[in-house]
T-cell receptor, first 114, second 116 residues
Framework: NAGVTQTPKFQVLKTGQSMTLQCAQDMNHEYMSWYRQDPGMGLRLIHYSVGAGITDQGEVPNGYNVSRSTTEDFPLRLLSAAPSQTSVYFC?????????????FGEGSWLTVV | AQKVTQAQTEISVVEKEDVTLDCVYETRDTTYYLFWYKQPPSGELVFLIRRNSFDEQNEISGRYSWNFQKSTSSFNFTITASQVVDSAVYFCALSGLMNTGNQFYFGTGTSLTVIP
């Protein structure tokens, strides 16, 4: 019962470094997405994908890059980390990209940029 | 524009008390979906319920119940006879047909503490 798996769970980066948050799902879901959670702001959509080879921007895409080469994987890249990217990141998936499909989350990745 | 408001930032109750978490939403969609998620201290987000805009029937699942009222744009969540394990942050979320890519709009969450 893996569901959505994210790695790493915790990471500390220095300003300017790059890194990739990994996300994999084993539910054969078409839709995958990345959210960030910040205090007092709920969760906000960064990027999403409705299928392999298709990605699009969400509400807060700046400073992040994504690709979707397989149905299972949807990595999130931080190009040049900034302190403002200190956050908790959640990968999520749903059966399809049609509005209203329930999204299921990974366990989260806690990222600190110093 | 889509918006979800959870005005209660923090709530504390004594074990076995009932507690209601409020959720008010805004949308121009005529078809939309409402959700509740639970985030326990361990940090993961757990799906609790999904409701579509055409189904205003209240739902009960064990100690949990949900009251959906389109007239007041509210989707409130009640925990009956609260337990310490209910301590968590609870998020209400909205997804509508006008959204692109199944985007969810989340409220800022309500942190519930159940005191033993």
């Amino acid at each position: 019962n893996a569901g959505v798996t994210q790695t790493p769970k915790f990471q500390v980066l220095k300003t300017g470094q790059s890194m990739t948050l990994q996300c994999a799902q084993d539910m054969n879901h078409e839709y995958m997405s990345w959210y960030r959670q910040d205090p007092g702001m709920g969760l906000r959509l960064i990027h999403y994908s409705v299928g392999a080879g298709i990605t699009d921007q969400g509400e807060v895409p700046n400073g992040y890059n994504v690709s979707r080469s397989t149905t299972e994987d949807f990595p999130l890249r931080l190009l040049s980390a900034a302190p403002s990217q200190t956050s908790v990141y959640f990968c999520a998936s749903s059966y399809s990209g049609s509005p209203g499909n329930t999204i299921y989350f990974g366990e989260g990745s806690w990222l600190t940029v110093v | 524009a889509q918006k979800v408001t959870q005005a209660q930032t923090e709530i504390s109750v004594v074990e076995k008390e009932d507690v209601t978490l409020d959720c008010v939403y805004e949308t121009r969609d005529t078809t939309y979906y409402l959700f509740w998620y639970k985030q326990p201290p361990s940090g993961e987000l757990v799906f609790l319920i999904r409701r579509n805009s055409f189904d205003e029937q209240n739902e009960i699942s064990g100690r949990y119940s949900w009251n959906f009222q389109k007239s007041t744009s509210s989707f409130n969540f009640t925990i009956t006879a609260s337990q310490v394990v209910d301590s968590a942050v609870y998020f209400c979320a909205l997804s509508g047909l006008m959204n692109t890519g199944n985007q969810f709009y989340f409220g800022t969450g309500t942190s519930l503490t159940v005191i033993p």
